[in-house]
């Protein structure tokens, strides 16, 4: 994928976000996240038409399934806990376990050893995700919902882990078709 293709993805994806969000906040999560899921499948779906050659093998395709429970797990319990808890608490630990749960997976379960510098930055992440949690106390009769948002927070960010370390194991021939079976089984979910 190119730097622009690249630059093109991560701003899609973050408005998309960021947009899905205030949607949750107005209404239904669950209903925001398979509005999302089905988007991302009608994306994919044509980017498939257009640029795919190469068919997914086996193997990528049961990793795209195992892709897409982690996606539906993740977007459901997000946009759920944007609802019910506050953005400042969900979105970080969210991206605090979607982002070690995949290197803790990587360690373990394939002798994977991260360098000095990626260790440095995950034990960054726990001060401040504190920090951004913590920056603006609930008022009285909120803790409930803080620590509803912070259970679905944990919950997306666990399902977002899954879903990066199974696309971590997805070859670059028949990506976006993969990536449509992914879609698909986030909308079973």
């Given at each position: 994928?190119s730097s622009?293709?690249?630059?093109?993805?991560?701003?899609?994806?973050?408005?998309?976000?960021?947009?899905?969000?205030?949607l949750a906040?107005?209404?239904?999560?669950?209903?925001?996240?398979?509005?999302?899921?089905?988007?991302?499948?009608?994306?994919?779906?044509?980017?498939?038409?257009?640029?795919?050659?190469?068919?997914?093998?086996?193997?990528?395709?049961?990793?795209?399934?195992?892709?897409?429970?982690?996606?539906?797990?993740?977007?459901?319990?997000?946009?759920?806990?944007?609802?019910?808890?506050?953005?400042?608490?969900?979105?970080?630990?969210?991206?605090?376990?979607?982002?070690?749960?995949?290197?803790?997976?990587?360690?373990?379960?394939?002798?994977?050893?991260?360098?000095?510098?990626?260790?440095?930055?995950?034990?960054?992440?726990?001060?401040?995700?504190?920090?951004?949690?913590?920056?603006?106390?609930?008022g009285p009769?909120?803790?409930?919902?803080?620590?509803?948002?912070?259970?679905?927070?944990?919950?997306?960010?666990?399902?977002?882990?899954?879903?990066?370390?199974?696309?971590?194991?997805?070859?670059?021939?028949?990506?976006?078709?993969?990536?449509?079976?992914?879609?698909?089984?986030?909308?079973?979910?």
């Amino acid at each position: 994928m190119s730097s622009t293709m690249a630059l093109a993805a991560a701003v899609l994806f973050g408005l998309s976000h960021f947009l899905n969000g205030v949607l949750a906040k107005r209404g239904s999560g669950l209903r925001v996240a398979v509005y999302s899921q089905l988007g991302g499948a009608a994306f994919f779906a044509a980017a498939a038409l257009c640029t795919d050659t190469a068919r997914p093998s086996g193997p990528e395709l049961a990793w795209a399934t195992v892709s897409g429970v982690g996606a539906g797990i993740g977007v459901c319990a997000l946009y759920e806990g944007v609802r019910r808890g506050g953005v400042s608490v969900v979105i970080p630990l969210s991206g605090l376990f979607s982002v070690s749960l995949p290197m803790l997976g990587a360690v373990l379960l394939l002798g994977e050893r991260p360098g000095h510098v990626t260790l440095l930055a995950l034990a960054g992440l726990l001060p401040a995700i504190w920090l951004l949690t913590s920056a603006g106390r609930p008022g009285p009769g909120t803790g409930s919902t803080t620590a509803r948002g912070a259970a679905l927070g944990v919950v997306a960010g666990a399902g977002f882990g899954l879903q990066l370390h199974a696309l971590a194991h997805i070859g670059p021939g028949g990506t976006a078709a993969a990536l449509l079976v992914g879609q698909a089984a986030s909308l079973l979910v």
